[in-house]
């Protein structure tokens, strides 16, 4: 409609002088008319020059006033002949237009603010600010001395009006034509294409925009990770277990039925299926006997154990279980130094908030060779954790089931300025290896950490829930940065 009447008027006129008085002459809307003087000026049907005025309009505040009054007009007709106690009259009007009214009255000499009554001066007021609104929501000039104090008083705004004047162009025609933008099997069939005018082939247009894939900031690190340990010769472990038997996953590690891990609250346990039906019987039995009555040196825990508590099925609390399973494969086979580690998805029933899901991801390694030491562990740490950036470490001795001696391992962060856990340590009990069949003089040295914490403080993420699981936010994965663990 718009296109019809620019290019009807300009068959009998020679310009648009204004595209915005055209829009109100014809009764269209100016936003359409624009939009169709800048395809009509692209296709060269006509010339059109910029036209910008700057206009003033009413601001919310101003919009209020020119509806309701000003508040000094406002505050002096609460005020009845007799005069008004202050109280009364702050009741009766909003305190923001209270506070307005009460000064402006005051220095246009309207009312007379007593201690106790509040009078008026003057019989009657115009109120000079509403009708200036409507001027200028109207459409009229108004003086400058007038913008000045509405300016002021922050009720009229700025505008920028932008526009044409048009004029016909080069290629001008009553009508736009038709180009045709696709040539078809069917104009090729029919011979149409000989009669048709086509649009012609932009080159320099841009394409649409090609959407990659993008790595999330765990599969970076992750990434980098898994490049460090095969750096240091590393074989990684199968991790496709997440639902695992509470036999590999407790029982084999020499961790007793009545540890608090065990409880439901911390571990979830299947429903479907309830419970494994394969396990190595033999094995089964060595772990039971270390359980309740020990041996290589060890009492044990000296309770009944339990088969129906084993075979439960759970969501896998540590990649530890796999581990556990490599070693017993490992005990079944003439014996070969193995270095194996594993990166992957655990389960533990926590309270979810900034810093704990009930999954997160769990980095492990070990070394299996003979004559290892604690100083074989504290060597290899340096040595893993330096290859992160961590080149001051620290270690607390700590508690596990599975591993004596154990350690808590620290690491300086020079951003936060002070000393970080990092990760757990230490060497695999006689008491989970042995049952197994591996022979005496071999050793287990281990360590784990979470795949979520350095990723935290690489990307600068305080809450976890903007990392993992359905609050995230995809800008986060389309632009954060590469990882450059362990590179130099």
């Given at each position: ?65 020119a509806a309701s009054g000003s508040p000094e007009v406002q505050l002096f007709l609460a005020i009845p002949p007799e005069g008004i106690p202050l109280e009364e009259l702050q009741k009766k009007l909003d305190p923001l237009l209270f506070k307005i009214g009460r ?184 772990v039971k006997r270390v359980h309740e009555s020990g041996g290589y040196g060890s009492r044990g825990y000296e309770y009944d154990w339990n088969r129906d508590e084993a075979i439960k099925n759970l969501l896998r609390t540590h990649t530890t279980a796999i581990s ?57 740490l340096h040595d893993f954790f330096s290859r992160l950036g961590m080149s001051k470490l620290r270690f607390k001795p700590a508690y596990n089931p599975y591993t004596e001696p154990s350690m808590e391992i620290f690491s300086y962060h020079e951003g936060f300025g ?71």
């Amino acid at each position: 409609m718009a296109e019809e009447a620019i290019l009807g008027y300009l068959a009998k006129n020679q310009e648009i002088a204004d595209s915005g008085e055209f829009a109100a002459q014809h009764g269209l809307n100016h936003d359409d008319v624009v939009n169709v003087v800048k395809s009509l000026h692209g296709f060269r049907y006509v010339d059109a020059q910029d036209i910008k005025r700057e206009t003033w309009v009413l601001t919310d505040e101003g919009k209020t006033y020119a509806a309701s009054g000003s508040p000094e007009v406002q505050l002096f007709l609460a005020i009845p002949p007799e005069g008004i106690p202050l109280e009364e009259l702050q009741k009766k009007l909003d305190p923001l237009l209270f506070k307005i009214g009460r000064a402006q009255a005051a220095k246009n000499k309207w009312v007379e603010m007593g201690k106790q009554l509040v009078s008026r001066k003057v019989q009657h007021v115009d109120d000079t600010v509403k009708d200036l609104l409507l001027q200028i929501e109207g459409g009229k000039v108004i003086n400058q001395d007038d913008i000045k104090v509405l300016k002021g008083r922050k009720l009229i705004a700025t505008q920028t009006w932008n526009g044409y004047s048009v004029r016909k162009g080069p290629e001008y025609a009553p009508q736009r034509k038709k180009f045709a933008a696709d040539l078809t099997r069917e104009m090729l069939q029919s011979g149409e294409w000989k009669n048709l005018e086509f649009k012609e082939y932009n080159f320099n247009a841009k394409g649409q925009p090609i959407e990659g894939g993008h790595l999330h900031p765990l599969n970076k690190v992750r990434h980098q990770l898994r490049m460090i340990f095969l750096q240091m010769g590393f074989e990684e472990m199968p991790t496709d277990r997440f639902v695992e038997s509470s036999f590999w996953n407790f029982d084999a590690l020499f961790q007793p039925q009545q540890h608090p891990a065990r409880d439901s609250h911390d571990t979830f346990y299947m429903k479907v299926p309830a419970i494994t039906k394969e396990l190595p019987e033999d094995y089964v039995e060595r772990v039971k006997r270390v359980h309740e009555s020990g041996g290589y040196g060890s009492r044990g825990y000296e309770y009944d154990w339990n088969r129906d508590e084993a075979i439960k099925n759970l969501l896998r609390t540590h990649t530890t279980a796999i581990s556990t399973r490599m070693l017993y494969l490992l005990a079944q086979k003439p014996f070969t130094p193995k270095r194996y580690f594993s990166i992957d998805r655990v389960f533990r029933n926590e309270a979810v908030d900034r810093t704990h899901l009930a999954e997160f991801h769990q980095i492990e390694g070990l070394i299996c060779d003979k004559g290892l030491t604690l100083g074989d562990l504290i060597g290899v740490l340096h040595d893993f954790f330096s290859r992160l950036g961590m080149s001051k470490l620290r270690f607390k001795p700590a508690y596990n089931p599975y591993t004596e001696p154990s350690m808590e391992i620290f690491s300086y962060h020079e951003g936060f300025g002070k000393w970080v856990e990092v990760g757990n340590s230490g060497m695999f009990r006689p008491e989970m290896l042995l049952p197994m069949g591996l022979p005496e003089d071999v050793r287990v040295i281990a360590w784990g950490l979470s795949l979520e914490r350095p990723t935290m403080i690489l990307y600068g993420i305080n809450n976890i829930r903007d990392l993992f699981g359905h609050k995230v936010d995809l800008g986060l994965i389309k632009t954060n940065p590469i990882c450059r663990l362990g590179v130099d």
